[in-house]
């Protein structure tokens, strides 16, 4: 496949690969229920709704949404059975991706994790936000799951991310591990794990990308940058995804593109047995229904 540089080239690719079938918890929620319309109307996804089915009812009424389109599941045991309802769904191979709706994020993840029925694949569980920057998709992670990851986890983070990359058609990402700054100093852990995890890949205990570190972010994403500090290598310049060393500097940092910079964006929760779709309360139903198409280019990767 070519690689897909664009949210709208995201939206056709998952227009051939799809549809696929969404499992949302708690699905009474206009915007939520926007972007699901949109991704049936468009061909990407279907979906189970889940939740209080008279007041999925009364919001799909108000937005003109016609739920003879969809399978309706109703529950009326609260979140939590909520979560566990949708997620069974998955689980047992009925739907192929698990979304959030109205429910708390906490609730949510319960059903994700749940021994039982979730979705756990005894790997790490994390998050990226992508946006559409310039002439490429831009991955950040992990910027809303794991707070303070250790070297193993930054490991394991970088892999859920470089497999979605793979699925967008980015054969060989270009991985940063960003600190503040681009040289290695004693007293500043994230440039020795950046380093690290740089080593690692150059002696092919990482696969399927290139990493190097420690950048500081101007030099991982601008040549002109790069070559001005002197800063050389595959990525210097060129990254397509950012590891950030914890959830401030990544929080921070896509939710200043997507205020100060008006870009795209969408996100995806990453490293369980199907795609997760987690965005926030939040997120317009465009940002959603990006969402929706990342996991259905993710699903159609994994061969679910």
């Known amino acids: 496949m070519e690689q897909i540089r664009t949210l709208t080239q995201l939206l056709e690719y998952a227009q051939k690969v799809g549809p ?8 009474e929620d206009a915007e939520v229920l926007e972007a699901v319309e949109n991704a049936r109307k468009n061909r990407i996804a279907d979906a189970f709704l889940v939740g209080n089915a008279t007041k999925l009812k009364a919001v799909a009424e108000e937005i003109g949404v016609d739920l003879g389109n969809y399978e309706v599941v109703d529950e009326q045991g609260g979140e939590a059975a909520t979560a566990l309802t949708a997620v069974k769904l998955v689980s047992e191979g009925k739907a192929d991706i698990y979304m959030k709706g109205m429910i708390k994020t906490a609730n949510f ?3 994700l994790l749940n021994k039982e029925v979730g979705l756990r694949s005894g790997s790490l569980v994390s998050h990226t936000y ?12 992990d910027p809303a799951f794991n707070m303070y990851p250790d070297l193993n986890d930054k490991v394991k983070i970088v892999n859920n991310t470089v497999q979605l990359a793979h699925a967008f058609g980015v054969t060989c990402p270009k991985v940063a591990a960003l600190a503040a700054v681009e040289v290695v100093n004693p007293d500043m852990p994230a440039t020795l794990e950046a380093a690290a995890i740089s080593q690692m890949s150059r002696r092919g205990q990482i696969k399927g990308c290139v990493v190097d570190g420690p950048f500081a972010l101007d030099n991982a994403i601008s040549e002109e940058s790069a070559k001005h500090k002197g800063v ?6 060129r990254a397509d ?9 990544g929080n921070m940092l896509a939710k200043a593109m997507v205020y100060f910079a008006k870009l795209k964006t969408a996100g995806l929760v990453l490293g369980a047995k199907a795609p997760v779709i987690l965005t926030s309360r939040s997120d317009s139903a465009e940002t959603k229904l990006y969402s929706i198409a990342s996991a259905v280019a993710l699903a159609a990767h ?3």
């Not at 050389?232 to 310049?237: L, M, N, P, Y």
């Not at 995804?241 to 500097?249: E, G, R």
């Open 20 to 27: 696929r079938k969404i499992s949302v918890a708690l699905a």
């Open 109 to 111: 993840l319960r059903g």
């Open 130 to 141: 992508f946006h559409e920057i310039d002439d490429r998709i831009l991955f950040i992670c």
């Open 232 to 237: 050389t290598g595959e990525v210097a310049g």
């Open 241 to 249: 995804i950012l590891l950030v060393p914890n959830i401030d500097a």
């Open 302 to 304: 994994l061969g679910k």
